[in-house]
């Protein structure tokens, strides 16, 4: 099963896609995580990428779409994935829809995480981060045992830098340019889904298995 997860940066779609990949069996892959990486390991990829990330911009398609087609092209990728943060472009979702055609494959699902922006803002501000494995909480939702230390490998937790308020704005922006036309280019495919975001996190899971099945 191949599934892209939609929604305003914030609404949750992460943290959906990682129970998704954990139900189904299916790699979790998201772009966000694979610059970020990219970041700690100083490559070039990273430092070309943080430019943008740390302003709020996107990454553009040429290098995002070329990260992204060599990771679903890797094994474990071979019996479906859930997308990420990917596409978050017209140009990016054509791209990808063209690679798999070449397969005879095409995407099952996009689902849709929707939360209005004013849910959004106040969301992001108590998101928190561990650099060192990814893991990520919320201080009111999903608080870690310790406050500001990450349960899994026992590292600080940050507020990354694209979650700061100012930041966030800009993603938002960007978000309703960019990424919002995806949700009319896959209602066209007959394959978007669309959850109501601002339900607990076990309710939208289990809004979104009701429709994978
Ligand atoms: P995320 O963790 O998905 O919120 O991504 C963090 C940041 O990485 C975004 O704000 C973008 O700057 C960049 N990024 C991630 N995925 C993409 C994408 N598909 N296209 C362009 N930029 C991306």
Not at 155 to 167: F, G, H, I, N, Y
């Amino acid at each position: 099963m191949k599934i892209i997860m939609l929604g305003a940066p914030g609404a949750g779609k992460g943290t959906q896609a990682k129970m998704i990949a954990e139900k189904y069996g299916i790699p979790h892959v998201s772009t966000g995580d694979i610059f970020r990486a990219n970041i700690k390991n100083g490559t070039a990829l990273g430092k070309e990428a943080k430019q943008y990330m740390d302003q709020g911009l996107l990454v553009p398609d040429e290098l995002t779409v070329k990260i992204l087609l060599d990771r679903v092209a890797q094994e474990d990728c071979a019996g479906g994935y859930v997308l990420d943060g990917f596409p978050r472009t017209i140009p990016q979702a054509q791209v990808l829809d063209e690679a798999l055609g070449k397969q005879n494959e095409s995407i099952d699902y996009a689902v849709d995480v929707d939360v209005p922006d004013e849910n959004i803002v106040k969301r992001m501000s108590g998101r928190r981060a561990c650099l060192k494995c990814g893991a990520t909480y919320h201080v009111e939702h999903i608080p870690p045992k310790q406050e500001g230390i990450c349960d899994s490998c026992g590292s600080d937790l940050v507020l990354r830098d694209d979650d700061k308020p100012e930041t966030v704005q800009n993603r938002l922006k960007v978000y309703h340019e960019q990424t919002q036309p995806l949700i009319e280019y896959y209602t066209q495919k007959g394959i978007l889904r669309t959850v109501d975001g601002t339900m607990d996190m076990e309710e939208v899971f289990r809004a979104i298995v009701a429709i994978l099945g």
